[in-house]
């Protein structure tokens, strides 16, 4: 039996929600990733990063899974971003346009540093 | 030399496969594809191009094709050719076993215009350098091809 196999790690960088995504992400990740979704804006967290570092696959379950996240996102008024694609992923991404809809970052550091850059900058 | 002009249909499979029709087990397939092709220096960006089309197709074969009848297995053949890869995914559906979907737009899904899924044969389609739908016998086919740069296979007959 071959179960698709996700880990979810949810933590709060400043007013950031960070959720870490291990392993991979197909139609059985809705129920784990909605719930990381709403343990990270909790705190009403205007920002929430999807760290993809460790992501070993997705399908077109996930991304269609990606889409309904981002519009639960968008109803609460949440930017979501991602980072840690891989060249693979993130050539994905682009194909199915979802670059537009999420803020990509290389690393996490990276879209830290961007948020900082734009309260800096309000 | 065009594609379809390399185009080897005729080889023997150089691996082939049953896999129950049952969710999650694309992954079984693409995990039986890289260790196929492990022995061979293949780029990792057609790996991973591989990987994504080989899942997607198999999902589809299991769902459309078997409706997830165990019993009824997909059939995965893979077919090494002259700086090609084959892999052929066979169900028992009808030719037009995977139903025709529009072309999926992230913006008419995020308006709720359009279900979210539905990125299976688009995703398909951009993995792969040619592919093939067709039937034979008693199984529906969906054949991907993929050239690699790398002319392992005449060092493999010397």
Known sequence: MNVPMLALNVRTVGMIGVIDLSGEVTSTAERPLMEAFALATENQASYVLLNFTNLNFINSSGIGLLITLLIRARRQQVRLMASGLSDHYRQIFELTRLNEAFALFTTEEEALAALEARKGSA | ?158
């Not at chain 2, 899904?109 to 359009?114: F, I, R, S, V």
């Open chain 2, 1 to 158: 030399m065009t594609v379809d002009e390399a185009y080897e249909p005729r080889r023997q499979p150089h691996c082939e496969v049953d896999i129950p029709s049952k969710m999650g087990n694309e992954l079984a397939a693409v995990r039986i594809l890289m260790q196929t092709l492990e022995p061979y220096p293949i780029n990792k960006s057609i790996l991973e191009r591989m990987k994504t089309a080989v899942a997607e197709a198999t999902m589809n074969a299991m769902e459309h094709g078997n409706h997830f009848n165990e019993a009824d297995p997909v059939k995965i053949q893979i077919l090494l050719g002259h700086m090609q890869v084959i892999v052929r995914v066979m169900d028992h559906g009808d030719i037009n076993t995977i139903p025709a979907t529009e072309t999926p737009d992230i913006d008419a899904k995020l308006a709720g215009k359009q279900s979210p899924r539905g990125w299976g044969l688009f995703l398909i389609r951009h993995m792969v350098d040619a592919m093939y739908v067709y039937a034979e016998g008693n199984y529906h086919i969906t054949e991907m091809l993929w050239n690699c740069e790398n002319n392992w296979y005449q060092q493999e007959q010397v």
